[in-house]
């Protein structure tokens, strides 16, 4: 059964930091492309990140400079440090593992910022 677990969410202020993770099993981690979608109230899911299986980034514009993405294989775990976070990064984050024909998802962990 395969399982991606998001944790790291919370409530944080503008201009705060947070590290978000998603752990995965049932998958053969270090073969797929990792990535962090968010989903804001009221608006469609939009990728913010990815990472490729052999370790190369992207992200989207709105988020360059402020978002990290980063894995480690041996934890089966994908990361997102969340830098100079701002209210308009309020969003539930979501994990997928994809690779080929197979796409996965995590339940998401939920991101507010307010001061």
């Known amino acids: 059964q395969v399982q991606l677990v998001e944790s790291g969410g919370g409530l944080v202020q503008p201009g705060g930091s947070l590290r978000l993770s998603c752990a995965a099993s049932?998958?053969?981690?270090?073969?797929?492309?990792m990535m962090w979608y968010r989903q804001a109230p009221g608006k469609q899911r939009e990728l913010a990140a990815s990472?490729?299986?052999?370790?190369?980034?992207n992200y989207a514009d709105s988020v360059k400079g402020r978002f990290t993405i980063s894995r480690d294989n041996f934890k089966h775990t994908v990361y997102l440090q969340i830098d100079s976070l701002k209210p308009e990064d309020t969003a539930n984050y979501y994990c997928?593992?994809?690779?080929?024909?197979?796409?996965?998802w995590g339940q998401g962990t939920r991101v507010t910022v307010s001061s």
């Open positions: 997928r593992a994809d690779r080929d024909y197979e796409a996965y």
């Open positions: 990472i490729t299986s052999g370790g190369n980034t």
């Open positions: 049932g998958i053969a981690f270090s073969l797929y492309a």
